[in-house]
């Protein structure tokens, strides 16, 4: 019994982490609930990055992603907005050291990467780099304030520190000795959304306003013309036999709008209610519920997907997006992504901060 105990403890354990966001200088280091931990650096908005451009400083990003357990993979990427080369890396105007042969370097869209997925390499290019002021990539830099802080953080969290598996405070504790990657939790699989007709929608709609007419009212929704609401998403869709939800256009801001969201019974003596959407909690004081008002909401039909996406600034150099999918009873999180410092290589690339079993069995099937 006392073996079965321990057993469960170590496997509830292994089901569960807690997603996290920190800074330090210009790194950011974002772990999500299966303890895939991304250091990413790059100048921040502070400096060279303006609301309505794209960052000044040549687009350049370095980023370490690595997942948990003892055998977990391990990528250093850094990517640009230009063609770069080798030759073209220094760190405080010295030319880095680098194995041709153990990276990969390539060139899509007019945005270069340089990568590996070697162990080794990776902590080669780290021990290069942790001692630096600025990493030169032609034009571009990428500040190295942060960088050591940053990795030390992911080996803590994946639980490295002292072991041989280690980017920063290494020691001679074994690979084994790392606990193994958390579970992701299962989430509602995709399905096509139930198809409503236009008299029920109208009913819907119509009921909701009117029911949540209150609720509304203390949301100051701005008065909109007909020209801005169309920018809006304002919508009802069926999310099962039993209930649907409706999206009510809210307010325009300069670049996205808001919407809110009501859970609607389509049979019964149930009444419209705003929407409970959860999310990780991040820093002390969050709710972990986003509420029922999201920014630039979406419902794919085709999997019966609620998605979110905002914007800090206007090119999405920073911001955040959540997947929502129902349950029979309530929205359920399935995904989420976000970034607090402005800057990079490209917009809307964030670190991903929550997955599910149902959005990695979507992503297989892509």
């Not at 040549?58 to 990427?77: E, M, S, Y």
């Not at 405080?92 to 070697?118: E, F, M, N, V």
């Not at 919508?235 to 801001?253: E, F, I, Q, R």
């Amino acid at each position: 019994m006392l073996w079965s105990f321990l057993f469960l403890i170590a496997a509830g354990t292994a089901q569960a982490a807690t997603p996290s966001y920190d800074s330090y200088g210009s790194w950011l280091i974002a772990c999500d609930n299966v303890l895939t931990c991304e250091a990413k650096g790059f100048v921040q908005d502070n400096d060279d990055v303006t609301s309505d451009s794209a960052p000044v400083n040549g687009a350049v990003d370095l980023r370490f992603i690595r997942a948990a357990g003892p055998g977990g993979l391990i990528q250093a990427r850094l990517t640009a907005g230009f063609p770069f080369g080798l030759t073209d890396l220094r760190v405080d105007g010295r030319p880095l050291l680098l194995d041709r042969s153990a990276w990969t370097l390539t060139t899509q869209d007019g945005i270069s990467t340089l990568s590996t997925k070697r162990p080794e390499v990776v902590a080669a290019f780290v021990a290069q780099l942790r001692d630096g002021t600025t990493l030169q990539v032609g034009d571009g830099s990428v500040p190295l304030n942060g960088l050591s802080a940053a990795l030390l953080h992911m080996d803590d969290r994946q639980g490295r520190v002292g072991g041989v598996t280690a980017l920063i405070r290494t020691g001679l504790k074994s690979a084994s000795a790392v606990p193994p990657a958390p579970l992701p939790p299962s989430a509602p699989p995709a399905h096509r959304s139930s198809v409503l007709s236009g008299r029920e929608r109208d009913r819907l709609m119509a009921w909701t306003v009117k029911a949540q007419a209150q609720f509304i009212k203390k949301q100051a929704c701005d008065r909109l013309d007909k020209e801005t609401d169309s920018l809006l998403e304002t919508g009802v869709y069926g999310l099962d036999k039993n209930n649907a939800v409706v999206l009510l256009g809210c307010s325009m801001a300069a670049y996205q709008g808001t919407s809110l969201v009501f859970v609607v019974p389509r049979t019964g003596n149930g009444q419209p209610e705003p929407a409970s959407l959860p999310s990780p909690v991040l820093i002390k004081g969050d709710t972990g519920d986003e509420g029922s008002m999201v920014t630039s909401p979406d419902f794919d039909v085709a999997t019966g997907t609620l998605a979110d996406f905002y914007k800090g600034i206007g090119l999405a150099y920073c911001g955040g997006s959540h997947e929502w999918r129902w349950d029979g009873h309530r929205f359920v999180l399935t995904g989420m992504t976000f970034q607090l410092g402005c800057g990079g290589s490209m917009s809307g690339d964030w670190p991903v901060l929550y997955r599910s079993k149902a959005q990695l069995r979507d992503q297989k099937k892509e």
